[in-house]
């Protein structure tokens, strides 16, 4: 491996100054510097000016991050060096190129890290869906008055439903581990599990369709790609017990927007969205007023001090890697075509 002159690795920060800011702190870069000859800052942004290229003229590694420009043939020219990435975000697709993989080169993604706040958004969501308590405390601030417990329907509550994961991802997987403690009945979909696994991870295989009509609550996960594009049809939704929630924080374009609007609105099924699309959704939307549609602003994703989880993770796939451990969270060429 290429080293520098004291004989560790030489690394550069390549991301938007504003994601570098959030991500990086202090300690992120310090405890980077401990293993490897890590360039000052400010960080690459752009790979055509001439400072970019005089720093990738020696470096072997690259910290990256959301804003990173595109690692093309072009820029990999004036990288001779670059043997890895570290990626302090989820997916690697806006940079990471064909070059990348025909050059071998090694890459690693904090998408472990960010999984987490994911799910935890997601079970939190299940959870206050079940007992409705965003409508009863629409309700409580509305009226000033408790509601009759005792006259509750028995539709509210979590004790017994179903909940439908659509893919088992890094994401999806993190939510089935968290709803395990909860008496829940989990069922899932993914075309990539087999049933033994599914029964593994504590859910019942069953078919798309199914997993509609039998489920309270559908959690979609999957990646959207372009044979996940609309797979969310109409439908399927139209399918969807009365009363049942569909739950989106992987891409707005997975679900059929306009059916899933047609649904809501008329109070068919509710939906908590923390993607729509397009994102953000036009100010005449019908689904910002609807009493039935929860928006959220893509917040289930790392936000705030949850961004040192991705900082930590990158860290540590840097030293492995410096060490001559290669990474534990590597991203494989063969996967992208079913990953995020």
């Not at 938007?16 to 991500?23: I, Q």
């Not at 999957?222 to 139209?238: C, E, H, I, K």
Request: hydrophobic share 45%; net charge negative.
């Amino acid at each position: 491996m290429p080293t520098a002159p004291n004989g560790r690795p030489r690394a550069a920060v390549a991301m938007s100054p504003r994601a570098a800011a959030a991500v990086l702190d202090p300690a992120s870069l310090a405890a980077l510097a401990e293993v490897c000859d890590l360039r000052p800052l400010p960080v690459l942004d752009d790979f055509r000016t001439p400072r970019a290229h005089a720093v990738l003229a020696d470096t072997d590694l690259l910290v990256t991050g959301w804003g990173c420009p595109p690692l093309d043939a072009a820029a990999l020219a004036a990288a001779p060096r670059l043997r890895a990435v570290a990626h302090t975000a989820g997916s690697v697709r806006h940079h990471i190129t064909d070059a990348c993989w025909e050059r071998g080169i090694e890459v690693s993604s904090a998408a472990a890290a960010n999984a987490l706040p994911v799910a935890e958004y997601t079970v939190a969501m299940i959870l206050l869906s079940g007992k409705r308590a965003l409508e009863q405390a629409r309700d409580y601030r509305a009226t000033r008055r408790r509601a009759d417990a005792l006259g509750t329907p028995l539709r509210v509550g979590n004790y017994g439903r179903t909940v439908g994961i659509l893919s088992a991802s890094l994401i999806g997987r993190r939510v089935i581990d968290l709803l395990a403690p909860y008496d829940l009945e989990i069922l899932l979909h993914d075309p990539y599990v087999t049933d033994e696994e599914a029964t593994a991870l504590g859910t019942r295989p069953v078919g798309l369709g199914e997993l509609f009509t039998a489920s309270d609550l559908v959690s979609v996960h999957t990646p959207l790609l372009p044979a996940t594009r609309g797979l969310v049809s109409r439908d399927l939704l139209t399918s969807m017990r009365a009363d049942a929630v569909l739950l989106n924080t992987s891409r707005g374009a997975v679900v059929d927007q306009d059916a899933l609007t047609d649904l809501v609105t008329a109070g068919r099924i509710r939906a908590v969205l923390d993607v729509t699309d397009p994102e953000v959704l036009p100010p005449e939307h019908p689904l910002w007023d609807c009493e039935n549609a929860l928006i959220t602003p893509h917040l289930a994703g790392s936000q705030g001090n949850e961004w040192r989880r991705l900082a930590d993770l990158a860290v540590g796939e840097v030293t492995r890697w410096a060490a001559g451990d290669g990474f534990a969270h590597p991203v494989r060429r063969e996967r992208l075509a079913f990953t995020a």
